[in-house]
């Protein structure tokens, strides 16, 4: 990489000061695999922190679940968050934990019901913190700390841009900040979100989830992960798309004759339109496939399917208003 670092001494948290930002995609307890992205994007490790003397890592979410090292990938993390190396902001996955370790109004009832399909996608989390419960409420707890979304403007360039786990709809973004002042969530936010049809559970499926739309006629299918899905993930920014299959954002094809229908005008109203006016924007969640690129002049996911044994994903951010395709970098995840 670049020169030697300076000497210890003369690292400071890069808060409010950072040349640069490395944007890192979903980690899914693949924690080798980021200390050797760390390493490839010049962070050192300086008293047990990963550092880098004038850039910051943003991660965007998603740090459990599924992985072989989910502890340790949560303590690299929390630790850079804490020194001032890195932000994050919450995915699906950390949000889903926090709902289902929480006890509703209900006796024995938690706010994310504990049914088969969602025990199923924390087991890997919880068998790995069965002699670590404390820690585990700690990181629980240090979850309900963290935004849902951010945005940032560049030190330099003054560039504006943004970063969300799977969909950034403005006026949801807005809704929020009108209620909770910025991007952070409370622990009244965390109930509320268990109410069906309030606002703090379309924000927090939109923002962390995506935009699904249903497979009409009742029809199901099976994840390549082995759920059974009722309905599929689409393009938030797809407003050209005029079928479902042009729509379609998910490594799982959808029935030939549902790919091939129109888009219905419920669903139209439902898809958020991210243009291309907008500032830059980086999400995770899609687990894609394939070389790292741009989805849009001002779209990039860096989900690239790390635990699946695909890549994870950096993105170096530094102030441009167009994303460029040589700024992506990545390890392969070695099964």
């Known amino acids: 990489m670049s020169d030697a670092p300076p000497h210890h001494s003369h690292y400071s948290p890069v808060i409010g000061e950072a040349k640069g930002y490395d944007l890192i995609g979903d980690v899914h307890g693949c924690a080798q695999s980021l200390e050797r992205l760390l390493q490839q994007l010049g962070y050192q490790k300086v008293s047990g922190v990963y550092r880098h003397r004038d850039r910051q890592a943003i991660f965007l979410g998603d740090i459990v679940d599924r992985g072989p090292r989910i502890r340790e990938a949560l303590h690299l993390v929390r630790d850079m968050v804490e020194q001032g190396s890195a932000q994050m902001i919450l995915g699906n996955h950390e949000f889903n934990a926090v709902v289902y370790s929480t006890p509703s109004t209900v006796p024995g009832e938690y706010l994310r019901p504990h049914t088969p399909a969602n025990i199923r996608q924390i087991s890997e989390t919880l068998e790995q913190f069965v002699k670590y419960s404390q820690e585990w409420q700690e990181f629980l707890r240090w979850f309900v700390e963290l935004p849902l979304f951010l945005e940032i403007q560049h030190p330099v360039t003054r560039q504006v841009f943004r970063a969300v786990h799977a969909c950034w709809d403005q006026q949801l973004i807005n809704q929020h900040r009108a209620h909770y002042g910025d991007g952070h969530i409370d622990w009244q936010f965390i109930h509320r979100s268990a109410q069906k049809g309030s606002l703090e559970a379309i924000t927090k499926q939109r923002l962390t989830g995506g935009i699904d739309l249903p497979l009409p006629d009742g029809e199901t299918m099976v994840s390549s992960d082995g759920y059974v899905r009722r309905a599929f993930r689409t393009k938030f920014w797809g407003h050209e798309a005029q079928t479902y299959g042009q729509l379609l954002f998910q490594p799982d094809p959808i029935p030939d004759y549902i790919a091939k229908a129109e888009i219905s005008p419920a669903h139209r109203t439902q898809m958020v339109h991210y243009d291309q006016s907008q500032p ?30 695909g890549r994870l994903v950096a993105y170096r951010m530094d102030g441009e208003a167009q994303l460029q395709p040589d700024k992506f970098v990545w390890v392969y995840v070695d099964p």
């Open 280 to 309: 830059p924007l980086f999400v995770g969640h899609y687990w894609l496939k394939g070389q790292p690129r741009p989805l849009a002049p001002n779209l990039a996911c860096l989900d690239y399917s790390a635990v699946k044994y």
